[in-house]
């Protein structure tokens, strides 16, 4: 593939990934990974994502509810969100593109088919203490591996019975913590890969064109009908990625 042709590539991939998140509230680092994890090895997909993702997050975070309250309420569960992903970093800064590649087909995989089968939870308050630090440290462990921290993080804090604004909000305070941490565990592996101004300047550009199109596109179709849609694609591109790592 040539480098325009793979420059158009991710920016196609980013309008398309900031879309999904326009419509959804969430999907970007997923469709990114997906997509770009197709093209380049995972490690570098994951380098690229991370200034995208930061920065639509910091959009989502501000977006609405209480970021004081839900800070104290959800601070164990971003505090092994850290922990979990600093501690597997090694996986996805090995290289590896075999493994991680079937990694993350895999995940994208569980969790299209857990949002689009799975029965809604609701946790109680009282099972808060011990089940927010476990989901976080398996979020973590999933996100330094795989690159991807929408499982468990994403059922669990729906769960939690938030009011709209504040699911908005708290789901865009895990993501920005995820982000930060996968950011912080491959630079500790020296694995941050150095990428040109250009690609990082057009893949933010190209991931907030999609996000303010996607909110638009949200106030004239159905995004429940728009994320089933979205959550067949992503088990079919993550059986294609397990299937060809595997031939």
């Known amino acids: 593939m040539s480098d325009i ?19 959804t509230g969430m999907g970007l680092p997923t469709v990114a990974m997906g997509i770009l994890g197709s093209l380049i090895s995972p490690v570098a997909a ?62 994208l995989i569980i969790y299209a088919l857990w949002t689009l089968f799975a029965r809604p939870l609701h946790v109680p308050a009282r099972h808060e203490r011990w089940l927010s630090p ?27 019975g938030l009011e709209r604004d504040e699911l908005v909000q708290a789901l865009g305070l895990s993501f920005t913590f995820s982000t930060l941490a996968l950011a912080a565990g491959l630079w500790w592996h020296g694995a941050l890969q150095e990428i040109a101004i250009s690609t990082s300047v057009m893949a933010v550009v190209a991931a907030l064109i999609g996000l303010f199109a996607g909110q638009r596109i949200r106030k004239c179709i159905s995004p429940l009908a728009f994320k089933r849609g979205f959550l067949v694609c992503l088990v079919l591109l993550g059986g294609d990625m397990v299937i060809r790592a595997l031939i």
Not at 61 to 89: C, D, K, Q
């Open 5 to 23: 042709t793979l420059s158009l590539a991710i920016a196609a991939t980013f309008v398309l990934a900031g879309t999904v998140k326009g419509v």
């Open 46 to 107: 994951a380098g690229m994502l991370l200034l995208p993702s930061f920065l639509t997050n910091i959009f989502q975070l501000y977006e609405g509810g209480n970021l004081a309250a839900l800070l104290r309420r959800l601070w164990p569960m971003m505090l092994t969100i850290v922990l979990g992903t600093i501690a597997s970093s090694s996986l996805l800064a090995s290289g590896s593109s075999h493994a991680t590649t079937i990694s993350l087909g895999i995940a």
């Open 134 to 160: 476990l989901t976080g440290l398996l979020t973590g462990l999933l996100t330094g591996g795989t690159g991807v921290f929408v499982i468990p993080a994403v059922p669990y804090i729906q769960s939690l």
